[in-house]
């Protein structure tokens, strides 16, 4: 039972454009969203976060939204840039009762072409 | 600035043999967390810890098991390795609310 998912293995996108990667998510006790972006080689690291209780937040050139009715949420990086290109992760949060554990989907593959 | 720290970072084991996986962070985090990934399926969660003493089963616990006896330190170990367990551990601490913060990896092949 994937209850977070990344249904796009891979994004391709030419350098300036804007890059829209997509997550769906099945479990309405979810509080709390994350996306986290991953380097060959090395561990996944924090790019952006959003609350439950709001459905946008911006970070420079990375914007999260989030559509609860629709349970969804998705990530715009606008330019795009080479060193863009990494694998995105978005992950839940089952709420502070679970222990702070973050559920991830099977992460969608950017790459941003010159 | 270490953060998190796993070791080792690659290791070859034979089907049978057992290993434990180092995880220690110096951020004064309560939460600890083991995840596991395999190509196309993104994270899943084997154990985690809310605190010193306190453990808890993710999503895919069978085969291995932890302790945590410090703040600091949370050890993963594999008992009887099987080639189901070839992946790429990550170990990941947070404060109580806050987001993850993950370790390089340990890449282990079961052979």
């Known amino acids: 039972d994937q209850q977070v998912k990344q249904n796009s293995p891979s994004l391709s996108v030419q350098e300036g454009r804007i890059s829209i990667l997509n997550c769906d998510y099945t479990?309405?006790?979810?509080?709390?969203f994350l996306w986290y972006k991953k380097y060959p080689a090395e561990g996944p690291t924090f790019l952006i976060s959003i609350s439950s209780i709001k459905d946008k937040n911006e970070d420079g050139r990375f914007t999260v939204f989030l559509n609860k009715s629709a349970k969804h949420l998705s990530l715009h990086i606008v330019p795009s840039q080479p060193g863009d290109s990494a694998v995105y992760f978005c992950a839940a949060r089952g709420g502070y009762n679970q222990g702070g554990k973050l559920i991830f989907g099977q992460g969608t593959e950017l790459s941003v072409k010159p | 600035n270490a953060g998190v720290t796993q070791t080792p970072k690659f290791r070859i084991l034979k089907i049978g043999q057992s290993m434990t996986l180092q995880c220690t962070q110096d951020m004064n985090h309560n939460y600890m967390y083991w995840y596991r990934q395999d190509p196309g399926m993104g994270l899943k969660l084997i154990y985690y810890s809310v605190g010193a003493g306190i453990t808890d089963k993710g999503e895919v616990p069978n085969g291995y098991n932890v302790s945590r006896s410090t703040t600091e330190d949370f050890p993963l170990r594999l008992e009887l390795a099987a080639p189901s367990q070839t992946s790429v551990y990550f170990c990941?601490?947070?404060?109580?609310?806050?987001?993850?913060?993950f370790g390089e990896g340990s890449r282990l092949t079961v052979l």
């Open positions: 990941a601490s947070s404060s109580s609310t806050g987001e993850l913060f």
């Open positions: 479990n309405s006790m979810f509080d709390y």
